[in-house]
């Protein structure tokens, strides 16, 4: 190896072959003749990118590089941790026409190069991802956890619907600033931001400027809680997602701190240090809302303070996520909202309390965040602006008195408030609806199992076989995918219009996106018959590999990891094509758990239409025998789920079926 070979992680291998970063494990442990690592550590191996691209072109494993994949490989091979924040503090210099002349000390002129053109294929935001990336690589950042853009933006959706017009913004802990950013929509004209790492501070600050040009940005290095680079700054707006569990917060240190105005957050409650901060830098009647972990509301050690917030009104709410909504994944996270007293108005003598659980909609898992977002949002709104009865959310939010709360424990989960205020004749009623649809949904399956008759045995057939590759070049099929729209063309009249994505077809749901005005997808819309091919892995339960769009599916735009395969009907049947294309051999036969934009080992059996048409027939039977089944298994989910909910929350009580009477009493033995 030359030792100035471009050396890459088996993360970067993942994404210069369009595969997971399982797949790449996989790999290593079953190819004796894949590449050895050629430095780093044995729990972060690197590898020759040269020796890497000769296996994966042996393997035929399309390796084209991108210009992210390029820029990351440059970054690593040229640039050190170190001098990333002058990068980024240089980019919009780099971004602009005259760039190519700019020179930075020890960087070579390559890295700017592939800097502008990842900026010109993807936008400044990828830049910067990458530059982020190379930055943080030999920091200490274990445990330190970016905000998911839905979440960024209900938290904006909330200080607005409080009925604050921010004109000033703080986030204390801004991290990369995806919560600044995401801000910005809010027109205010001022921003300001601090995070102990410095790349993550320069990241925010440029960031933030590209999207708001004209407005003041001021992002400080350092720990808001031991230096606060703002002192005195007073805001209409917080918005902040704290490191959790910080046990080294400075509790003794910073004991009298004027702060502290609801008492001092003890040594294991650096979250409350947090939520006192961001209150102090709010002007009477500011908004701060604040994404935070659900011992927050229960600890015992946080009880004074929880109380001294709620008596003196400065809680507003707190709002529970469903878990899967952000790292840590195996929890569901809160959102508190907070508001400074204004001395004033009277003290406010409710909060408002949400288990968004049950919003959480979609299938499997997925969360519909526009569902979520609005409900919460308007309901919300409601309670902010004095209207009850907008205020509740059936089974999921209603106000709580104050007074309610303030016992021994004031234990603030909302789960606690809601269930108790579940509707048992509602409930009574929402089950007997899922028991019918669930008797409905077993005739179904009842009726799909009864189309297959009897299945003959028959001695082992060899077909020929064409790749897709091969049916394309005949003509027998086109290969759509996802584009990225040409910089200076916009969504247009598109916008609006639902996106499939390749998680909708493995979960054998209808289009779950939707094409907004800023996206930089080109719009491909799906035709009815068109072959759709999901290029992501499902789990064993989740076996829809690829299915034939019906009228559902026609006008959606071809989403990110699906493939389209659109048939010439004349040749071939798109059951036939799905069946075989679907099929498990078919997916372990190219090497992982994702099919490429180059599917060349995919391989279809050459039959006559009409015997395509009766394989064709028999897979589409089958694909409806899956999702008949699935829908069977969810109405028998969610059946249990309400019968459960209300036994457990005394809104009902079991019926009395054979077996479950009262047992007789027992003489005793003499």
Request: glycine letters at 10%; aromatic letters at 4%.
């Given at each position: 190896?030359?030792?100035?070979?471009?050396?890459?992680?088996?993360?970067?291998?993942?994404?210069?072959?369009?595969?997971?970063?399982?797949?790449?494990?996989?790999?290593?442990?079953?190819?004796?003749?894949?590449?050895?690592?050629?430095?780093?550590?044995?729990?972060?191996?690197?590898?020759?990118?040269?020796?890497?691209?000769?296996?994966?072109?042996?393997?035929?494993?399309?390796?084209?590089?991108?210009?992210?994949?390029?820029?990351?490989?440059?970054?690593?091979?040229?640039?050190?941790?170190?001098?990333?924040?002058?990068?980024?503090?240089?980019?919009?210099?780099?971004?602009?026409?005259?760039?190519?002349?700019?020179?930075?000390?020890?960087?070579?002129?390559?890295?700017?190069?592939?800097?502008?053109?990842?900026?010109?294929?993807?936008?400044?935001?990828?830049?910067?991802?990458?530059?982020?990336?190379?930055?943080?690589?030999?920091?200490?950042?274990?445990?330190?956890?970016?905000?998911?853009?839905?979440?960024?933006?209900?938290?904006?959706?909330?200080?607005?619907?409080?009925?604050?017009?921010?004109?000033?913004?703080?986030?204390?802990?801004?991290?990369?600033?995806?919560?600044?950013?995401?801000?910005?929509?809010?027109?205010?004209?001022?921003?300001?931001?601090?995070?102990?790492?410095?790349?993550?501070?320069?990241?925010?600050?440029?960031?933030?400027?590209?999207?708001?040009?004209?407005?003041?940005?001021?992002?400080?290095?350092?720990?808001?809680?031991?230096?606060?680079?703002?002192?005195?700054?007073?805001?209409?707006?917080?918005?902040?997602?704290?490191?959790?569990?910080?046990?080294?917060?400075?509790?003794?240190?910073?004991?009298?701190?004027?702060?502290?105005?609801?008492?001092?957050?003890?040594?294991?409650?650096?979250?409350?240090?947090?939520?006192?901060?961001?209150?102090?830098?709010?002007?009477?009647?500011?908004?701060?809302?604040?994404?935070?972990?659900?011992?927050?509301?229960?600890?015992?050690?946080?009880?004074?303070?929880?109380?001294?917030?709620?008596?003196?009104?400065?809680?507003?709410?707190?709002?529970?996520?469903?878990?899967?909504?952000?790292?840590?994944?195996?929890?569901?996270?809160?959102?508190?909202?907070?508001?400074?007293?204004?001395?004033?108005?009277?003290?406010?003598?409710?909060?408002?309390?949400?288990?968004?659980?049950?919003?959480?909609?979609?299938?499997?898992?997925?969360?519909?965040?526009?569902?979520?977002?609005?409900?919460?949002?308007?309901?919300?709104?409601?309670?902010?602006?004095?209207?009850?009865?907008?205020?509740?959310?059936?089974?999921?939010?209603?106000?709580?008195?104050?007074?309610?709360?303030?016992?021994?424990?004031?234990?603030?989960?909302?789960?606690?408030?809601?269930?108790?205020?579940?509707?048992?004749?509602?409930?009574?009623?929402?089950?007997?609806?899922?028991?019918?649809?669930?008797?409905?949904?077993v005739d179904e399956l009842v009726a799909a199992t009864s189309q297959f008759g009897d299945w003959q045995r028959?001695?082992?057939?060899?077909?020929?076989?064409?790749?897709?590759?091969?049916?394309?070049?005949?003509?027998?099929?086109?290969?759509?995918?996802?584009?990225?729209?040409?910089?200076?063309?916009?969504?247009?009249?598109?916008?609006?219009?639902?996106?499939?994505?390749?998680?909708?077809?493995?979960?054998?749901?209808?289009?779950?996106?939707?094409?907004?005005?800023?996206?930089?997808?080109?719009?491909?819309?799906?035709?009815?018959?068109?072959?759709?091919?999901?290029?992501?892995?499902?789990?064993?339960?989740?076996?829809?590999?690829?299915?034939?769009?019906?009228?559902?599916?026609?006008?959606?735009?071809?989403?990110?990891?699906?493939?389209?395969?659109?048939?010439?009907?004349?040749?071939?049947?798109?059951?036939?094509?799905?069946?075989?294309?679907?099929?498990?051999?078919?997916?372990?036969?190219?090497?992982?758990?994702?099919?490429?934009?180059?599917?060349?080992?995919?391989?279809?059996?050459?039959?006559?239409?009409?015997?395509?048409?009766?394989?064709?027939?028999?897979?589409?039977?089958?694909?409806?025998?899956?999702?008949?089944?699935?829908?069977?298994?969810?109405?028998?989910?969610?059946?249990?789920?309400?019968?459960?909910?209300?036994?457990?929350?005394?809104?009902?009580?079991?019926?009395?079926?054979?077996?479950?009477?009262?047992?007789?009493?027992?003489?005793?033995?003499?």
């Open positions: 190896m030359s030792e100035t070979a471009p050396l890459v992680t088996a993360a970067e291998i993942s994404r210069l072959a369009g595969v997971t970063r399982a797949t790449v494990s996989n790999w290593r442990r079953r190819h004796a003749n894949f590449p050895a690592a050629s430095g780093g550590s044995e729990s972060r191996p690197l590898f020759d990118l040269i020796e890497v691209q000769r296996w994966l072109d042996a393997h035929g494993v399309d390796a084209a590089e991108t210009p992210s994949a390029r820029l990351r490989t440059l970054l690593r091979t040229h640039v050190l941790p170190g001098q990333v924040p002058r990068l980024i503090d240089a980019l919009p210099a780099l971004l602009e026409a005259e760039g190519a002349a700019v020179e930075l000390a020890g960087v070579p002129a390559a890295v700017g190069a592939a800097i502008r053109a990842l900026a010109m294929d993807s936008g400044p935001r990828a830049v910067l991802d990458a530059l982020s990336a190379r930055g943080l690589e030999e920091g200490p950042t274990t445990g330190v956890y970016s905000t998911p853009l839905p979440i960024a933006r209900l938290m904006v959706e909330l200080v607005l619907a409080a009925g604050v017009t921010p004109e000033s913004i703080l986030d204390p802990a801004c991290g990369g600033g995806t919560l600044l950013a995401e801000a910005v929509g809010t027109g205010a004209h001022a921003y300001y931001g601090q995070d102990v790492l410095s790349v993550q501070a320069e990241r925010t600050a440029v960031l933030v400027g590209l999207l708001a040009p004209a407005a003041e940005v001021a992002v400080h290095t350092g720990d808001s809680l031991f230096d606060d680079g703002f002192p005195g700054l007073h805001v209409d707006a917080v918005l902040t997602n704290p490191p959790y569990g910080q046990r080294d917060w400075g509790s003794e240190d910073l004991a009298l701190d004027p702060r502290w105005e609801y008492g001092p957050p003890p040594r294991s409650e650096s979250e409350l240090a947090w939520v006192q901060h961001c209150l102090a830098h709010l002007r009477p009647g500011g908004v701060a809302v604040l994404l935070l972990p659900p011992a927050m509301a229960m600890r015992t050690s946080g009880r004074r303070i929880r109380a001294a917030l709620l008596r003196a009104g400065a809680l507003r709410s707190v709002i529970a996520l469903p878990p899967g909504a952000a790292q840590p994944l195996h929890i569901g996270l809160q959102l508190w909202v907070l508001r400074c007293p204004d001395p004033e108005l009277p003290v406010p003598d409710e909060v408002w309390l949400a288990d968004c659980s049950l919003l959480a909609g979609g299938e499997r898992g997925r969360i519909d965040w526009n569902l979520l977002t609005s409900a919460v949002v308007d309901a919300w709104r409601g309670f902010e602006q004095g209207m009850p009865g907008a205020a509740v959310i059936e089974d999921a939010a209603t106000p709580v008195r104050v007074m309610e709360l303030l016992d021994d424990e004031v234990d603030l989960t909302p789960a606690r408030y809601v269930r108790a205020a579940l509707d048992a004749a509602g409930l009574a009623d929402t089950a007997r609806v899922a028991q019918v649809q669930l008797a409905e949904r028959i001695d082992s057939t060899t077909w020929r076989t064409a790749t897709l590759a091969d049916l394309a070049a005949g003509g027998a099929l086109r290969r759509l995918q996802a584009q990225p729209l040409p910089e200076e063309r916009s969504t247009g009249d598109d916008a609006g219009r639902p996106v499939l994505e390749a998680r909708d077809v493995v979960t054998g749901t209808e289009p779950t996106g939707v094409l907004g005005e800023q996206s930089r997808l080109s719009p491909q819309l799906i035709e009815l018959d068109d072959v759709l091919v999901p290029r992501i892995a499902g789990s064993r339960s989740e076996s829809v590999r690829a299915r034939v769009a019906g009228k559902s599916d026609v006008g959606a735009v071809v989403g990110p990891q699906l493939m389209v395969l659109r048939t010439d009907p004349d040749r071939l049947d798109p059951w036939f094509l799905a069946g075989f294309v679907g099929s498990p051999e078919n997916s372990h036969a190219t090497m992982g758990t994702t099919i490429r934009n180059d599917p060349t080992r995919i391989r279809i059996p050459l039959l006559p239409l009409a015997q395509q048409q009766r394989y064709g027939a028999a897979f589409r039977r089958l694909h409806d025998l899956r999702v008949t089944a699935r829908r069977a298994a969810d109405s028998a989910t969610e059946l249990a789920g309400l019968l459960g909910t209300g036994l457990m929350a005394g809104a009902l009580e079991p019926p009395n079926t054979p077996g479950s009477e009262e047992p007789k009493p027992q003489k005793g033995r003499k």
